[in-house]
């Protein structure tokens, strides 16, 4: 299974079962071991993943986190769990603390649902106050599973890590602070504005009106993009739609030219027009040739099949479609023979004319 489809798997684990996890320990072994085992950890091994991890802070001795994640002898990651239910925001401080103290590259705080993975970009040796990387496990994004995998046992490397970190730390608070000014513009971004379509002083009054303005202005340059996008997807379905009927015309015109109607169908095709006149215009009759059978057709259309005959090989069938969609074939000496099924053609008919009677058995 391919490592998307993993964390994907986990994700749909941890919303089935969190309801039922009462503790901390059961946070652990239901969701956070499986995590590291999908990084492709060995949890049982405890050269790879050490479990209550010593950390000695000043004074105080024997100090432990969760688990820290070892390579070539030395700790490269640290992780600090709690309970699913508890706020992450009431506990880095605790993964900080532990971090200054370790040779570890990176923290992971988690609850076992979000993800907050740490690092010290902002000044060496001491953890930042903000997550690079941050997600839900039931509701991660292809971009962050990308940034996730890079974790992985078999291609981590925490330098390569650390040098993409950065931008990826500024680019999701810079994110963060696009959404916030487009949700709720602040006064300082409604002035960037203003002042360039405003030609005079920007008084209270006038910020109040361009707050307004530019809620607005935001709302329909979104809605215009996403009207535009939908737009483009559609004509691309369109375009698709049309170059599949082109291409499945080809294909039917190529297997026409294979085909060749022989004077025996048409003779057939005649016996069931002369049965079936009794009930209709025999106008409305007509037929397709196909490589292995000759299909006679109600009103031209392929899904008011009345009969199929196959009558070029060594024996001869009149066929039917069921109610099921499926041929039914009925064996027959000669083309005469067709005369005795007339009622099961009747029925065919009566079928297609009177749908609410019942359909042929």
């Known amino acids: 299974m391919d490592f998307k489809d993993q964390i994907k798997q ?112 902002v000044e060496s040796n001491k953890m930042d106050e903000k997550p690079f990387l941050e997600f839900n496990i039931n509701e991660i994004k292809d971009n962050q599973i990308e940034e996730l995998r890079k974790f992985h046992k078999s291609v981590f490397n925490a330098e390569s890590i650390a040098n993409t970190a950065s ?3 500024y680019t999701n608070e810079l994110k963060s602070l696009l959404q916030s000014e487009l949700t709720n513009p602040s006064s300082e971004f409604v002035k960037l504005f203003a002042k360039q379509v405003y030609p005079s002083v920007i ?40 170059e599949d009927e082109i291409k499945q015309n080809e294909l039917l015109k190529k297997d026409e030219n294979k085909v060749v109607t022989t004077e025996i169908e048409m003779e057939g095709f005649m016996v069931v027009k002369s049965i079936l006149r009794q009930r209709l215009n025999v106008s409305r009759i007509s037929y397709r040739d196909a490589q292995s059978y000759f299909a006679i057709l109600l009103d031209d259309n392929n899904r008011k099949t009345l009969c199929r005959l196959y009558l070029n090989g060594l024996k001869k069938y009149l066929a039917i479609i069921d109610e099921q969609k499926k041929e039914v074939k009925i064996e027959i000496s000669s083309i005469d023979d067709i005369f005795i099924h007339s009622d099961l053609l009747f029925k065919v008919l009566d079928g297609f004319e009177n749908p609410n009677k019942n359909s042929v058995e």
Not at 207 to 236: G, P, Y
């Open 167 to 169: 931008e990826l730390k």
């Open 10 to 121: 986990l994700g749909d684990r941890v919303t089935k079962l969190k309801e039922q996890i009462q503790t901390e320990e059961a946070t652990k072994n239901a969701f956070i071991m499986p995590f590291l085992q999908t990084l492709g950890y060995d949890v049982f091994n405890p050269l790879e993943v050490v479990p209550e991890y010593i950390t000695d802070i000043g004074t105080k001795k024997g100090e432990k986190i969760d688990y820290a994640i070892f390579k070539d002898g030395t700790p490269t990651i640290l992780v600090e769990c709690k309970h699913w239910g508890q706020n992450l925001n009431l506990h880095d401080g605790q993964l900080l603390r532990y971090f200054h103290v370790s040779k570890a590259k990176f923290g992971l705080l988690t609850n076992g649902i979000s993800y907050r993975f740490y690092s010290d970009l």
């Open 203 to 242: 008084t209270a009054k006038v910020l109040e009106q361009f707050t307004n303005l530019t809620k607005k202005s935001i709302q329909q340059h979104i809605s215009d993009l996403i009207t535009e996008r939908l737009k483009t997807a559609l004509s691309k379905e369109d375009e698709k739609a049309k």
